[in-house]
């Protein structure tokens, strides 16, 4: 049997609300963003509302219009994962800016050492490099380069020599003879063991 990758998107299915409570909204938003929308305005309003109270007239538009922002841009596809929405994507990043990478040991029922983890100023001087160079944050974001990355602490990377074996219609077809055999010897001392 042959398999393949597809690495084209067919389709792209996506449900659309037409109507809300009563209001026809002819075309239809997407569901996703109507979803987005429901959670990320009333955060923001609420927490400008308690924070600052009602806003002045000129400082409406920072009012309704950044949740507008994050609601449109963070509910569409992903240029790089496809699969995944831009919200999704960014939330991501700032899991990995704030946890890291953490090594998965027996298959994640073993939790990683604290050594092993690297330190989330030294991934954050990997990604601006440009924190090293200020002047009073400097010592946070450099590292003393003959000192051991605590990163590799765990231990040395496991070392693998995979052997290749190539099969060819000739070997599968004696290994399938093989064990039909088997089978057909198996079926033979269980009918001989059980007489009916």
């Given amino acids: 049997m042959r398999t393949s990758h597809t690495y084209t998107r067919h389709w792209d299915i996506e449900t659309r609300q037409h109507e809300l409570l009563g209001l026809d909204l ?3 938003l997407p569901r996703t963003t109507l979803k987005y929308g429901a959670v990320i ?3 923001w309003w609420g927490a400008w509302l308690l924070l600052l109270g009602f806003p002045p007239r000129p400082l409406i538009p ?8 994050l609601t449109f841009y963070g509910a569409k596809r992903s240029a790089t994962y496809w699969r995944r929405t831009n919200l999704l994507l960014w939330g991501v990043r700032l899991n990995y800016l704030n946890h890291g990478l953490r ?3 027996g298959r994640g029922r073993i939790p990683a050492p604290k050594t092993g983890l ?5 991934r954050l001087a990997e990604r601006a490099p440009q924190l090293a160079e200020m002047p009073a944050f400097s010592s946070y974001f450099t590292h003393d380069s003959t000192a051991p990355d605590p990163a590799e602490s765990c231990g040395g990377p496991a070392r693998l020599r995979p052997r290749l074996r190539m099969y060819g219609p000739d070997a599968v077809a004696r290994a399938r ?3 039909a055999k088997r ?3 198996s079926h033979r001392n269980t009918s001989k063991d059980n007489p009916s």
């Fill in 26 to 28: 002819g075309e239809g």
């Fill in 41 to 43: 305005f009333p955060l």
């Fill in 62 to 69: 920072l009012f309704l219009l950044p949740p507008l922002f």
């Fill in 103 to 105: 090594p998965v040991i």
């Fill in 118 to 122: 690297r330190l989330r100023t030294r």
């Fill in 177 to 179: 003879a093989k064990a």
């Fill in 183 to 185: 089978r057909r010897q």
